[in-house]
T-cell receptor, first 110, second 114 residues
Framework: EDQVTQSPEALRLQEGESSSLNCSYTVSGLRGLFWYRQDPGKGPEFLFTLYSAGEEKEKERLKATLTKKESFLHITAPKPEDSATYLCACYGGSQGNLIFGKGTKLSVKP | DSGVTQTPKHLITATGQRVTLRCSPRSGDLSVYWYQQSLDQGLQFLIQ???????AKGNILERFSAQQFPDLHSELNLSSLELGDSALYFC?????????????FGPGTRLLVL
């Protein structure tokens, strides 16, 4: 069964304390892996798309990487405004649609 | 702002009723997707339309249906509503036929069934 698993479920950081979020997947024929940010009660906001193992993308304090089994979202020197739920999603597999993980809820305290 | 609009923002209704959620995709996007997000299930794909035609179906209940109109806006119809249908409903759009294109999400409709 195609699955996307994110860890940890929740992460509390102090401002400036760098860390990484994990997204592991078992999806056959991965066509793309997507990272989104979601604020409470709002729609997911697109961050990155990764298509092949070894690919990396950066945006401000965020950097996403992809291997054949997992993806990491690295957050460098986070700020309180980075607090949100980060969602990972994969396209591929038997279902032919985007499969989302349950997300990592990030809290950054000043 | 993703460019995807959804109306209404909030909807409160009773069990057994029927509601219609509306979505306008980003300018130029031909694909529209509908998702349901509940606290315990996360984001679940419901259905996709491409240029007016149904393209893919996920875990959509028979009580739910959707369509995409010639102007590319889409509607999701939910009927015989149950308490468990209370959730956030999101619409997303992407440019073309390639399924792995980035999907851009709207702000959602929060449905509460009492």
């Amino acid at each position: 069964e195609d699955q996307v698993t994110q860890s940890p479920e929740a992460l509390r950081l102090q401002e400036g304390e760098s860390s990484s979020l994990n997204c592991s997947y078992t999806v056959s024929g991965l066509r793309g892996l997507f990272w989104y940010r979601q604020d409470p009660g709002k729609g997911p906001e697109f961050l990155f798309t990764l298509y092949s193992a070894g690919e990396e993308k950066e945006k401000e304090r965020l950097k996403a990487t992809l291997t054949k089994k997992e993806s990491f979202l690295h957050i460098t020197a986070p700020k309180p405004e980075d607090s949100a739920t980060y969602l990972c999603a994969c396209y591929g597999g038997s279902q032919g649609n985007l499969i989302f993980g349950k997300g990592t809820k990030l809290s950054v305290k000043p | 702002d993703s460019g995807v609009t959804q109306t209404p923002k909030h909807l409160i209704t009773a069990t057994g009723q029927r509601v219609t959620l509306r979505c306008s995709p980003r300018s130029g996007d031909l694909s529209v997707y509908w998702y349901q997000q509940s606290l315990d299930q996360g984001l679940q794909f419901l259905i996709q339309y491409y240029n007016g035609e149904e393209r893919a179906k996920g875990n959509i209940l028979e009580r739910f249906s959707a369509q995409q109109f010639p102007d590319l806006h889409s509607e999701l119809n939910l009927s015989s509503l149950e308490l468990g249908d209370s959730a956030l409903y999101f619409c997303a759009s992407s440019g073309g036929l390639a399924d792995w294109e980035t999907q851009y999400f709207g702000p959602g409709t929060r449905l509460l069934v009492l």
